[in-house]
């Protein structure tokens, strides 16, 4: 199976992961409690982040002496933007709960919430940039970046395709 082909397949077992995780437009099914909700996320959260780092060591093919390097600096940067990834969550549930009445005050403090985020993640990933790059190759640390831009690409489409989008001529509240 050519890398591409790997590639393809990952990417297809992470949307329909994601699409299990990402926070629905409507609230949980009856028959289950919040606490159960929420323990059924963080188990497919879980599962999402393994099954992330699965397809980067898939595409990544590192030596043994790279890899003894690489993973544990691997995690310490996927815990870092794994909590960054919750405060996002956490916003995107606290628009779903409130976006029928979203006064302009609270659009504006999510909106700010979410590109304080963003930028809070770009300065993860510049500062990950170096250290990476101090043991692997040049191109080996683009590939990397690509392969988590592919990944998040692949997360954003189903949270866009899930959120309600807010409605612009509804009464400020």
Do not use: C, H
Not at 49 to 76: G, H, I, T
């Amino acid at each position: 199976m050519s890398a591409t082909s790997i590639l393809r397949v990952a990417v297809l077992a992470l949307t329909i992961a994601a699409a299990t995780v990402a926070p629905a437009a409507e609230p949980p099914p009856p028959s289950l409690d919040g606490s159960a909700a929420e323990a059924t996320s963080a188990v497919l959260l879980s599962t999402l982040r393994a099954n992330r780092k699965a397809f980067v060591a898939v595409n990544l093919q590192l030596s043994d002496e790279q890899a003894k390097a690489f993973w544990p600096l691997y995690d310490r940067y996927a815990q870092e933007i794994g909590a960054i990834g919750d405060r996002v969550a956490g916003l995107v549930q606290e628009y779903e709960k409130s976006y029928a009445e979203l006064s302009n005050e609270k659009a504006l403090q999510l909106i700010t919430g979410y590109l304080d985020a963003e930028a809070e993640r770009a300065k993860v990933r510049r500062t990950y940039l170096d250290e990476f790059a101090k043991i692997l190759p040049g191109r080996t640390v683009a590939r990397f970046f690509q392969l988590e831009n592919k990944i998040d690409a692949v997360l954003r489409y189903d949270l866009a395709r899930t959120i309600p989008v807010v409605e612009q001529n509804a009464p400020a509240r």
